[in-house]
């Protein structure tokens, strides 16, 4: 029963710290449905706390418990946002409105790689460990990023380096 509560429980506060345990399969997904099939009407949503600065917006959206996490970004016309590379963290771009240069320098070697990236193509652009990177809104209105990384953001080591690309 101890195992059960704890499992309510840690699926009432994922609305504040976004980790969805594993429930795709098995008793965990039976459970996971039937508490939300006791959900008040009125706790059909909930408000993400997000990030705002003269770039744009930042949203973490949901955290797995062992691939990572989804989050969304808005950027304004003009903006470069990143200037940073990862020693193990990979990130999965994708515009889904506007249009962007990602550009990429490798720490080591210097070669330099871009992709110009827009709406009018689902095209997913990796960020490679070893490469610093940048996206830039090339745009003339807000670009919205979708973005997943394979680690969940850790502010006590965010294997987050600034270096210019």
């Not at 691939?67 to 590379?85: D, E, K, M, W």
């Given at each position: 029963?101890?195992?059960?509560?704890?499992l309510l429980?840690?699926?009432?506060?994922?609305?504040h710290?976004?980790?969805?345990?594993?429930?795709?399969?098995?008793?965990?997904r039976a459970?996971?449905?039937?508490?939300?099939?006791?959900?008040?009407?009125?706790?059909?949503?909930y408000?993400?706390?997000?990030?705002?600065d003269?770039?744009?917006?930042?949203?973490e959206?949901?955290?797995?418990?062992?691939?990572?996490?989804?989050?969304?970004?808005?950027?304004?016309?003009?903006?470069?946002?990143g200037?940073?590379y990862?020693?193990?963290?990979?990130?999965?771009f994708?515009?889904?409105?506007?249009?962007?240069?990602i550009?990429?320098r490798h720490?080591?070697?210097?070669?330099?790689?871009?992709?110009?990236v827009?709406?009018k193509?689902?095209?997913?652009v990796?960020?490679i460990?070893?490469y610093?990177h940048n996206?830039?809104?090339?745009?003339?209105?807000?670009?919205l990023?979708?973005?997943?990384?394979n680690?969940?953001?850790?502010?006590?080591?965010p294997d987050t380096?600034?270096?210019?690309?």
């Amino acid at each position: 029963m101890g195992d059960i509560e704890n499992l309510l429980y840690k699926f009432r506060v994922n609305r504040h710290t976004l980790v969805m345990q594993e429930v795709g399969s098995g008793f965990k997904r039976a459970l996971y449905a039937t508490y939300l099939s006791y959900l008040s009407t009125n706790n059909f949503s909930y408000t993400l706390k997000g990030h705002k600065d003269n770039r744009g917006t930042f949203y973490e959206i949901l955290k797995t418990i062992d691939n990572g996490q989804f989050s969304l970004s808005t950027t304004a016309p003009g903006i470069v946002r990143g200037g940073h590379y990862h020693h193990t963290k990979n990130e999965k771009f994708l515009v889904v409105k506007g249009m962007a240069t990602i550009e990429f320098r490798h720490i080591v070697t210097n070669e330099k790689i871009s992709y110009d990236v827009s709406e009018k193509k689902m095209e997913i652009v990796e960020m490679i460990p070893g490469y610093t990177h940048n996206i830039t809104n090339t745009g003339n209105e807000e670009m919205l990023l979708f973005l997943w990384a394979n680690e969940n953001y850790d502010d006590k080591n965010p294997d987050t380096y600034f270096l210019e690309v």
